[in-house]
């Protein structure tokens, strides 16, 4: 079973371009989002990022349908795959509709644990492993 992770994304006018969508630079700020919220509800909630972080080694974003101002955006979070120093982590950029959820855009990253003290990349944390693998979907 996939373990997905949902955010929910207030959009604010500012997120918004002369086209009346979401404009295409927000997408990377709100997969952040994502992520953090993801961490901090499954990961590590009272982490030391300033020890040991994460650092983006690759991004992807593929758009499908504008988003607008008046959409309730979700951000689906999974990570995919974790190696020895990185994972992998997938967001699926939805809206509820009046039929059901609307994939609106995908994304994907490529995070790289970062030893921020002796400033080299660093193994994934067993823990994290761990957490990640123990995650249940219907927690959130």
Same mark, same amino acid.
């Given at each position: 079973?996939? #373990? =997905?992770?949902?955010?929910?994304? +207030?959009?604010?006018?500012?997120?918004? &371009?002369?086209?009346?969508?979401?404009?295409?630079?927000?997408?990377?700020?709100?997969? $952040?989002?994502?992520?953090? +919220?993801?961490?901090?509800? =499954?990961?590590?909630?009272?982490?030391?990022?300033? $020890?040991?972080?994460?650092?983006?080694?690759?991004?992807?974003?593929?758009? #499908?349908?504008?988003?607008?101002?008046?959409? +309730?955006?979700?951000? $689906?979070?999974?990570?995919?795959?974790? %190696?020895? #120093?990185?994972?992998?982590? =997938?967001?699926?950029?939805?809206?509820? %509709? &009046?039929? %059901?959820?609307?994939?609106?855009?995908? %994304?994907?990253?490529?995070?790289?644990?970062?030893?921020? =003290?002796?400033?080299?990349?660093?193994?994934?944390? &067993?823990?994290?492993?761990? #957490?990640?693998?123990?995650? +249940? $979907?219907?927690?959130?």
């Amino acid at each position: 079973m996939k #373990k =997905i992770h949902r955010t929910e994304v +207030q959009l604010r006018f500012s997120d918004i &371009d002369m086209l009346m969508h979401v404009n295409n630079a927000k997408f990377p700020t709100f997969m $952040e989002l994502s992520r953090i +919220q993801y961490f901090n509800d =499954i990961i590590a909630p009272r982490h030391n990022w300033k $020890e040991t972080g994460l650092i983006v080694a690759n991004y992807t974003m593929d758009f #499908k349908i504008p988003i607008y101002f008046t959409d +309730q955006l979700y951000i $689906e979070t999974e990570v995919t795959a974790i %190696g020895t #120093k990185s994972m992998t982590i =997938i967001y699926r950029f939805i809206v509820e %509709g &009046d039929s %059901g959820p609307i994939l609106k855009a995908t %994304g994907s990253s490529v995070m790289v644990c970062f030893d921020y =003290i002796k400033h080299v990349s660093a193994p994934v944390p &067993d823990l994290w492993r761990e #957490k990640v693998n123990g995650f +249940q $979907e219907s927690n959130f």
